[in-house]
Nanobody
């Protein structure tokens, strides 16, 4: 088990920034493929960003490229999602997830929810226009 706890969500104006944190316990997050997903009201949960076990290789959904950045602090056993130039359509509950790093290089694997075994409880991000 890898309990994950997200924080950092809140209300921000369009164009603003937020940094989400995902703290792991029990095992080092460097052992896992780490991902961020989000679910807007009335919509299905969707992939946002992923970080390879190496802590350097990243992958993003097209709508957040150039605006969001995923990173990891091994000393804090924390994964971050830095979100800039936020838009109203970024409003959602954001979830952190950890999975087996088996299919890096395959977008279908990285973006699939079933590739991740452990999930946090989510943190709400609301962007006002």
């Amino acid at each position: 088990q890898v309990p994950l706890v997200e924080s950092g969500g809140g209300l921000v104006q369009s164009g603003g920034s937020l940094r989400l944190s995902c703290v792991g316990s029990g095992r080092s997050l460097s052992l896992y493929l780490m991902g961020w997903f989000r679910q807007a009201p009335g919509k299905q949960r969707e992939f946002v960003a992923a970080l390879n076990r190496n802590g350097k290789s990243t992958y993003y959904t097209d709508s957040v490229k150039g605006r969001f950045a995923i990173s990891r602090d091994d000393a804090e056993n924390t994964v971050y999602l830095e979100m800039n130039f936020l838009r109203a359509e970024d409003t959602a509950v954001y979830y952190c997830a950890a999975g087996r790093n088996l299919g890096w290089g395959n977008p279908n694997y990285i973006g699939r929810q079933s590739s991740y075994d452990y999930w946090g409880q989510g943190t709400q991000v609301t962007v006002s226009s």
